[in-house]
């Protein structure tokens, strides 16, 4: 596709319920990142994969949160017992890393409504 | 642990005018640093990326520079119109872990 996609746009959990985002990153592109926005501030890093390798896990906030790329190329984030707390926009993003170039590309976000 | 400022939070000018965004990071040793604008209710939209080795770039009515040894940006927006309101987003590549800013929300009165 033209741009990094991402499914559902809105998603409503009860507390307790796991939840699974999807990140459709641009074709080819190498690298794929996942980040927390909470109202009002920037994004948080929660993890980066180089292909299929998830490279950095480091900003994922519990063990309820975990993330894939199995074959480098679609990647999904799951939460399992969601908490209230874990209301926020998820973005996806990725990039080609191509000739040490790392901009990336955004995708439109899903908003996790805990209740 | 990087840090990322924005100043200022807020901006509120009259059409036509010429600002300049701020953004400062505590750790010089980035890789590369990524201007975004980020319309209400949707996802970050890239602006400008300026690499460690470089100065400054230019798109447009846009401009960023960089200096690395102060750990500063700055993006200047010539002649600015309301369609340009939106919240700008600085973020600086740590060898591929990012750091953002809160961003600096723009406001272009007709």
């Known amino acids: 596709g033209a741009g990094v996609s991402q499914s559902p746009r809105y998603k409503v959990a009860k507390r307790g319920q796991d939840v699974a985002l999807r990140c459709d990153p641009i074709s080819g592109h190498v690298s794929l990142f996942w980040y927390q926005q909470a109202l009002g501030q920037g994004p948080e890093f929660l993890t980066y994969f180089q292909n299929e390798a998830q490279l950095d896990k480091s900003g994922l906030p519990s063990d309820r949160f975990f993330a894939e790329r199995p074959e480098g190329s679609v990647s999904t984030l799951k939460i399992q017992r969601t908490q209230q707390e874990d209301s926020a926009v998820y973005l996806c993003?990725?990039?080609?890393?191509?000739?040490?170039?790392?901009?990336?590309?955004f995708g439109p976000g899903t908003r996790l409504t805990v209740l | 642990k990087q840090e990322v400022t924005q100043i200022p939070a807020a901006l509120s000018v009259p059409e036509g005018e010429n600002l300049v965004l701020n953004c400062s990071f505590t750790d010089s040793a980035i890789y590369n640093l990524q201007w975004f604008r980020q319309d209400p209710g949707k996802g970050l939209t890239s602006l400008l990326l300026?690499?460690?080795?470089?100065r400054e770039q230019t798109s447009g009515r846009l401009n960023a520079s960089l200096d690395k040894s102060s750990g500063r940006s700055t993006l200047y927006i010539a002649a600015s119109q309301p369609g340009d309101s939106a919240t700008y987003l600085c973020?600086?590549?740590?060898?591929?872990?990012?750091?953002f800013g809160s961003g600096t929300k723009l406001n272009v009165k007709p």
């Open positions: 993003a990725s990039s080609s890393r191509d000739r040490g170039n790392n901009e990336q590309f």
């Open positions: 973020a600086v590549d740590n060898f591929n872990k990012f750091y």
């Open positions: 300026i690499q460690s080795s470089q």
